[in-house]
């Protein structure tokens, strides 16, 4: 079992900037991956960026070149760093890890979530 707790989620005016932590407790030496996900009232979730334990990170098209994906293993954490905010990008946000990768069908455990809401 892997526990995730997440946090820095609130409000921020259009062009700001926020940054969410999520850390793993439990039985974590089995995940090698681990990302964010997203959903917007309304829409589906989304993967918003993933990052492996022994690897590169990857983003969706949508987030590209303004959110950063990082992790800092000492404390099992992992990061979204977004910045360049935009109304769109309002949604809960979840954390999530996963033993091969952090896809739909790969999510092991998911976060409860942190609201962001970002206003025009």
């Known amino acids: 079992q892997v526990h995730l707790v997440e946090s820095g989620g609130g409000s921020v005016q259009a062009g700001g900037a926020l940054t969410l932590s999520c850390a793993a407790s439990?039985?974590?030496?089995?995940?090698?991956?681990m990302g964010w996900y997203r959903q917007a009232p309304g829409k589906q979730r989304e993967l918003v960026a993933g990052?492996?334990?022994?690897?590169?990170?990857s983003y969706s098209d949508s987030v590209k070149g303004r959110f950063t994906i990082s992790r800092d293993s000492a404390k099992n954490t992992v990061y979204l760093q977004m910045n360049s905010l935009k109304p769109e990008d309002t949604a809960v946000y979840y954390c999530?890890?996963?033993?091969?990768?952090?896809?739909?069908?790969?999510?092991?455990?998911w976060g409860q979530g942190t609201q962001v809401t970002v206003s025009s």
């Open positions: 990052i492996l334990v022994h690897g590169g990170a």
């Open positions: 439990g039985s974590i030496s089995s995940i090698n991956a």
């Open positions: 999530v890890v996963g033993r091969v990768s952090v896809s739909r069908a790969g999510v092991d455990y």
